[in-house]
């Protein structure tokens, strides 16, 4: 296991701006390998960042836009209520992740993901989901790096891919 430093991100509320990025770093068939195979059209993206407004006004924690050391755009990262209500962890915080190509392999999606971790413990969030496909082993070890345990595994309703349910505790509140 590598000692080097996690490098320094930064996390915002994505933008209006932002959704137009995230549609270009992510158009890209290897980061969208589990995620459909290609990039959403423009306007999931605008739906997707609107609604991260949302969750950062209503909860204090949302997807955040994750910038590099030099303030570019690299993905995302962050947490937000499971979006579904036909499978999966209903009801509970999930924390995700989503790189640019360019930016894998440098330490960035566990910097930002330990980063969400303090921010959703601060809101006063206690338990937290990582919902992972079962062949995507880079986020499976990001998800380890981060302490999370192997809960349950799981077969998505519409493309019937198999995938793991990551649990991690994070006890009191972060509140006085």
């Keep these: 296991m590598s000692s080097r430093p ?11 701006e932002d959704a137009v990025i995230w549609h270009r770093v992510f158009d890209d068939p290897e980061v969208m390998e ?3 195979g290609r990039a959403a059209e423009l306007s999931v993206y605008e739906e997707l960042t609107a609604r ?3 969750h950062d006004a209503e909860h204090g924690f949302c997807l955040w836009t ?3 050391e030099d303030g570019e755009v690299v993905g995302f990262t962050g947490a ?3 979006p579904h209500e036909d499978f999966g962890p ?3 915080i999930e924390i995700g992740w989503r790189l640019a190509r360019s930016a894998w392999g440098r330490g960035y999606a566990t910097a930002a993901a330990r980063t969400t971790l303090e921010r959703v413990r601060a809101a006063g969030v206690e338990r937290v989901v990582a919902m992972v496909n079962s062949r995507n082993e880079r986020s499976i070890a990001v998800a380890r790096r981060l302490g999370m ?3 349950e595994t799981f077969t998505t309703p519409v493309s019937q891919q198999s995938g793991y349910c ?3 505790e994070l006890g009191g509140t972060g509140r006085p």
Aim: charged share 25%; hydrophobic share 45%; no cysteine.
């Design 90 to 92: 209903v009801g509970e």
């Design 80 to 82: 937000q209520p499971w």
């Design 34 to 36: 589990f995620h459909g």
């Design 166 to 168: 990551f649990r991690l």
């Design 52 to 54: 991260q407004r949302r």
């Design 66 to 68: 994750m910038l590099d």
């Design 149 to 151: 345990e192997l809960a």
């Design 6 to 16: 996690l490098p320094v991100i930064q996390l915002r509320v994505p933008t209006d």
